[in-house]
Nanobody, 123 residues
Framework: QVQLVESGGGSVQAGDSLRLSCAAS???????MGWFRQAAGKEREFVAV????????RYGDPAVGRFAISRDKAKNTIYLQNFSLKSEDTAAYYC?????????????????WGQGTQVTVSS
């Protein structure tokens, strides 16, 4: 059974940095892993995904220039780094994965989802 386990969320101040992690129980060698987020009362939003084989990344508009996605192949883990959080980054962040890479920003393109980790940014 595929499991995605997120960690690294919490309550921080605006301007702080944060790194989220997501460890997968399997290797998506031909596929993809990434992140979506959902703020209270809002629709789920695409943050970033990468192609596992070569690390090619794609970012959603809110993430361009503000977030960085990376991977550790030996640990089957991806990371999402932000160096200066804003209050609008407050959301539950979900790790996603799929056996095929499309670079899609649609949530339906990702078969596997983690339970989510909450990030709360106070101004």
């Amino acid at each position: 059974q595929v499991q995605l386990v997120e960690s690294g969320g919490g309550s921080v101040q605006a301007g702080d940095s944060l790194r989220l992690s997501c460890a997968a129980s399997v290797t998506f060698s031909s596929g993809t892993m990434g992140w979506f987020r959902q703020a209270a009362g809002k629709e789920r939003e695409f943050v970033a995904v990468l192609r596992w084989s070569d690390g090619t990344a794609r970012y959603g508009d809110p993430a361009v220039g503000r977030f960085a996605i990376s991977r550790d192949k030996a640990k089957n883990t991806i990371y999402l780094q932000n160096f200066s959080l804003k209050s609008e980054d407050t959301a539950a962040y979900y790790c996603v994965a799929d056996q095929f890479y499309t670079g899609s920003n649609f949530s339906t393109a990702y078969h596997y989802w983690g339970q989510g980790t909450q990030v709360t940014v106070s101004s």
